[in-house]
């Protein structure tokens, strides 16, 4: 019932909300005190609990930058989370998207392709091909496979993110926005300064309209910009 409870108002917009880190961090120590490698799992709380393992996660690699404590965390979501759900459902794809952000983070690469494009595979043939969910497993791949170097496989990839996403989402959307930084981010490392210069304004806009001019996200961009 507590693990229950603690994922129901644990935050779920840690990544793109600020706001909510000193919710996650007053609620931390309970939670991690439920799903930690010590505490065995109370029969029929595994959804729960890996979700709560993955928000876990999901606060020390993205507002604290601590992907050391991160890792174990997606890594143990990972089976429960297939246990619960089955192999092939949404949840599952989620949290190989996850587990693989991080890897990617921490410059294993190698290891992260196979888990995004595990979790690409997942979400078009359960959620098909112009699913919002799809657009994010593109571009998680589409920036790994850029990474690895190869900008031509990256692109078609991050194109048919961005058109994903303005169709299902509407083109001022943060997720077409930070669909759009990906593909800037891609012509600026081809040398196509003019055209990287045209999105990272069309991004910069979007963001300062949705979430105003002191939100990260705007100026994470506007430093892409200048």
Same mark, same amino acid.
């Given at each position: 019932?507590?693990?229950?409870?603690?994922?129901?108002?644990?935050? #779920?917009d840690?990544?793109?909300?600020?706001?909510?880190?000193?919710?996650?961090?007053?609620?931390?120590?309970?939670a991690?005190?439920?799903?930690?490698?010590?505490?065995?799992l109370?029969h029929?709380? /595994?959804?729960?609990?890996?979700?709560?393992?993955n928000?876990?996660g999901?606060?020390?690699?993205?507002?604290?930058?601590?992907?050391?404590?991160?890792?174990?965390? #997606?890594?143990?979501?990972?089976?429960?989370?297939?246990n619960?759900?089955?192999?092939?459902?949404?949840?599952?794809?989620t949290?190989?998207?996850n587990?693989?952000?991080?890897?990617?983070?921490?410059?294993d690469?190698?290891?992260?392709?196979?888990?995004?494009?595990?979790?690409?595979?997942?979400?078009?043939n359960v959620l098909?091909?112009?699913?919002?969910?799809?657009a994010?497993?593109?571009n998680?791949?589409?920036?790994?496979?850029?990474?690895?170097?190869d900008?031509a496989?990256?692109?078609?990839l991050?194109?048919?993110?961005?058109a994903?996403?303005?169709?299902?989402?509407?083109?001022?959307h943060?997720?077409?926005? #930070?669909?759009?930084n990906n593909?800037?981010l891609?012509?600026q490392n081809q040398?196509?300064?003019?055209?990287a210069r045209r999105?990272? /304004?069309?991004?910069?806009?979007?963001?300062?309209?949705?979430?105003?001019?002191?939100?990260?996200?705007?100026?994470?961009t506007l430093n892409?910009?200048?």
């Open positions: 019932m507590l693990v229950e409870a603690l994922a129901l108002i644990y935050p #779920r840690i990544d793109d909300n600020p706001c909510t880190w000193p919710r996650a961090r007053r609620l931390d120590g309970l991690l005190a439920m799903v930690s490698a010590d505490a065995p109370a029929g709380s /595994e959804p729960e609990a890996s979700y709560l393992m928000q876990l999901l606060y020390r690699q993205r507002a604290l930058g601590d992907y050391g404590s991160a890792r174990p965390l #997606r890594v143990r979501a990972l089976p429960l989370v297939e619960a759900f089955g192999l092939q459902h949404p949840n599952t794809a949290s190989l998207d587990l693989g952000l991080l890897l990617q983070n921490q410059g690469l190698i290891a992260a392709r196979p888990l995004f494009e595990r979790a690409l595979a997942i979400h078009e098909g091909p112009d699913h919002s969910d799809v994010i497993s593109r998680n791949l589409a920036f790994l496979v850029q990474h690895q170097g900008f496989g990256a692109r078609p991050f194109e048919r993110a961005l994903i996403d303005e169709n299902v989402l509407g083109p001022v943060p997720h077409t926005a #930070r669909a759009i593909l800037a891609l012509l040398g196509d300064l003019t055209g999105l990272r /304004e069309r991004a910069l806009a979007i963001y300062e309209k949705t979430f105003g001019s002191d939100h990260p996200n705007t100026g994470m892409h910009l200048a």
